[in-house]
């Protein structure tokens, strides 16, 4: 697993890239397997007028020559992680979203425990949120477990401690 200096978007020969990407507050993360481009939340936007979609994730992408997003996975429908879907959506083609709040995401599907894919050597499995977790709740992130040769990564959104 890589977490800098990726130098092609999609990763090569069973590799795993995972970048997380410096959006201020809240989260950005672009999971890249040799089979698809998995961006896990897009960071905050701001009455300003800062995206951080705009001015960190789509720069990123491009440079790294992405041309599409397989997956998009929105966590929760907090500002500083669903704030940039919209400027994303507009300016690269995304083939599936995937969240915990599909009420505040159009043409989105719900993250459940248990689903999962898999790509080539990379496994990917939801563990929440249970059907029983409240809404409006921080305990209702997607939380995204990757399994890669022998190593795991865990994407939490924003759960608590209980």
Same mark, same amino acid.
Do not use: H
């Given at each position: 697993i890589s977490l800098l200096g990726l130098s092609s978007c999609r990763a090569q020969n069973h590799d795993l890239? &995972? *970048?997380?990407? =410096?959006? @201020?507050?809240?989260? #950005?993360?672009?999971?890249?397997?040799?089979?698809? &481009? *998995?961006?896990? =939340?897009? @960071?905050?936007?701001? #009455?300003?007028?800062?995206?951080?979609?705009?001015? &960190?994730?789509?720069?990123?992408?491009?440079?790294?020559r992405s041309s599409k997003i397989d997956r998009l996975i929105i966590s929760h429908a907090d500002n500083d992680h669903i704030g940039g879907l919209e400027v994303l959506r507009e300016n690269i083609p995304v083939t599936k979203v995937v969240t915990s709040r599909p009420d505040k995401v159009p043409r989105s599907q719900m993250?459940?425990?248990?689903?999962?894919?898999?790509?080539?050597?990379?496994?990917?499995?939801?563990?929440?949120?249970?059907?029983?977790?409240?809404?409006?709740?921080?305990?209702r992130s997607c939380v995204l477990k990757i399994s890669h040769q022998g190593v795991d990564v865990l994407l939490t959104g924003d759960i608590e401690k209980k």
């Open positions: 890239r &995972v *970048t997380l990407l =410096d959006v @201020g507050q809240g989260l #950005s993360m672009v999971v890249q397997s040799e089979q698809g &481009v *998995t961006v896990y =939340d897009t @960071g905050p936007k701001y #009455s300003s007028g800062f995206n951080a979609a705009a001015a &960190v994730l789509l720069p990123y992408l491009r440079a790294k993250c459940r425990a248990g689903d999962g894919w898999i790509e080539g050597a990379t496994k990917f499995r939801f563990l929440s949120p249970e059907a029983k977790t409240p809404k409006g709740s921080n305990n």
